[in-house]
């Protein structure tokens, strides 16, 4: 996917799939050489916030993430219908933290970052953005690579609706779009595509990214919770319900990507959800998505990863997609 005469990859992972800068995790290092390597795909890192965010998963020294997700408290995993259920909502350190830390500078090859404006209400959440994009500003000179900037306005462990959001999306974009670099606003299949066809015709907008999890009991007429988890109450109702990944994801998305096409949406569109094997990208391709992201596999079914990537790269040039946007 070239933005801005920029390949960021056709393959990309989902949001914190690598952890904040690409190190990945413990499990997923112990695995590599059976098949749970990422090599080919672009890093899309962990969502940061302006300001420190406990969430529901404790932090390393370092401020990356720990053993996820092997057995943490704040997910649930069933690898048998190739589902997870999250509410790690939005841990970090903070974006001056993150920032300070020099890694994403260091990286070399170009990346994504990821940005969460988590405030009450849109004043405070425009804030963050502006708090963001100024603090951004200072450090992008030191970067060796390009960056994408994602902005993420669907993460369903803070307690914000799509809807409640997708209405400041186009101030947003005129927030961020003094940085200079491709934006790309973060929905899950909820949003409207005809909104999302708004959003895309914005100038700063250089694509859309569908979608993020789902959160629990919505779309009951499309997801089957009863039978996914064998109730209507969540397993993880302490921590506000959670986000929904894995299978039942695929053809919405295939579906949400499809409409936006045929309703007019020609910019970029990065789709991941429920792919879980090779055969899966193929689901997405014919949709319409420019480029795919993995996000579940990695711990659904970490040994296909290898051979997703690598028969995502070969579809990718069968079909001929590598064209340049903006």
């Given at each position: 996917m070239?933005?801005?005469?920029?390949?960021?990859?056709?393959?990309?992972t989902?949001?914190?799939?690598?952890?904040?800068?690409?190190?990945?995790?413990?499990?997923?290092?112990?695995?590599?050489?059976?098949?749970?390597?990422?090599?080919?795909?672009?890093?899309?890192?962990?969502?940061?916030?302006i300001?420190?965010?406990?969430?529901?998963?404790?932090?390393?020294?370092?401020?990356?993430?720990?053993?996820?997700?092997?057995?943490?408290?704040?997910?649930?995993?069933?690898?048998?219908?190739?589902?997870?259920?999250?509410?790690?909502?939005?841990?970090?350190?903070?974006?001056?933290?993150?920032?300070?830390?020099?890694?994403?500078?260091?990286?070399?090859?170009?990346?994504?970052?990821?940005?969460?404006?988590?405030?009450?209400?849109?004043?405070?959440?425009?804030?963050?953005?502006?708090?963001?994009?100024?603090?951004?500003?200072?450090?992008?000179?030191?970067?060796?690579e390009?960056?994408?900037l994602?902005?993420?306005?669907?993460?369903?462990?803070?307690?914000?609706?799509?809807?409640?959001?997708?209405?400041?999306?186009?101030?947003?974009?005129?927030?961020?779009?003094?940085?200079?670099?491709?934006l790309?606003?973060?929905?899950?299949?909820?949003?409207?595509?005809?909104?999302?066809?708004?959003?895309?015709?914005?100038?700063?907008c250089?694509?859309?990214?569908?979608?993020?999890?789902?959160?629990?009991?919505?779309?009951?007429?499309?997801?089957?919770?009863?039978?996914?988890?064998?109730?209507?109450?969540?397993?993880?109702?302490?921590?506000?319900?959670?986000?929904?990944?894995?299978?039942?994801?695929?053809p919405?998305?295939a579906?949400?990507?499809?409409?936006?096409?045929?309703?007019?949406?020609?910019?970029?569109?990065?789709?991941?959800?429920?792919?879980?094997?090779?055969?899966?990208?193929?689901?997405?391709?014919?949709?319409?998505?420019?480029?795919?992201?993995?996000?579940?596999?990695?711990?659904?079914?970490?040994?296909?990863?290898?051979?997703?990537?690598?028969?995502?790269?070969?579809?990718?040039?069968?079909?001929?997609?590598?064209?340049?946007?903006?």
């Amino acid at each position: 996917m070239r933005l801005r005469d920029v390949d960021f990859g056709n393959v990309l992972t989902a949001s914190g799939t690598l952890n904040f800068y690409g190190e990945g995790y413990p499990y997923q290092k112990l695995l590599k050489p059976f098949g749970c390597n990422f090599t080919g795909a672009g890093l899309v890192a962990k969502t940061v916030t302006i300001q420190k965010r406990k969430g529901n998963m404790s932090l390393n020294q370092d401020g990356s993430l720990p053993l996820f997700p092997l057995k943490p408290a704040c997910i649930v995993v069933n690898r048998e219908k190739g589902i997870a259920l999250n509410a790690v909502g939005l841990s970090n350190l903070g974006a001056v933290a993150h920032l300070e830390s020099g890694k994403w500078q260091k990286l070399e090859e170009p990346f994504s970052l990821s940005f969460m404006a988590v405030g009450q209400s849109k004043e405070e959440r425009l804030h963050e953005l502006r708090a963001f994009v100024i603090l951004l500003g200072v450090y992008l000179p030191w970067f060796q690579e390009p960056v994408c900037l994602q902005l993420n306005y669907s993460c369903p462990n803070t307690g914000h609706e799509v809807g409640e959001l997708a209405s400041e999306v186009e101030e947003g974009l005129n927030i961020a779009s003094a940085l200079d670099i491709p934006l790309i606003p973060k929905f899950n299949v909820e949003l409207p595509v005809q909104m999302a066809l708004e959003i895309s015709r914005h100038p700063a907008c250089d694509g859309i990214c569908i979608s993020n999890t789902i959160p629990w009991g919505k779309l009951p007429e499309r997801i089957d919770w009863v039978g996914l988890f064998g109730s209507m109450t969540s397993p993880l109702a302490h921590l506000g319900g959670g986000g929904l990944s894995g299978a039942p994801l695929l053809p919405l998305v295939a579906e949400w990507v499809y409409a936006a096409r045929t309703t007019g949406i020609t910019k970029p569109i990065n789709a991941g959800g429920g792919i879980l094997e090779p055969k899966d990208v193929d689901v997405l391709l014919d949709a319409g998505a420019t480029s795919v992201f993995l996000g579940s596999i990695s711990f659904l079914r970490p040994f296909s990863v290898r051979d997703t990537i690598l028969y995502a790269e070969q579809s990718f040039k069968r079909r001929g997609r590598s064209q340049t946007w903006r």
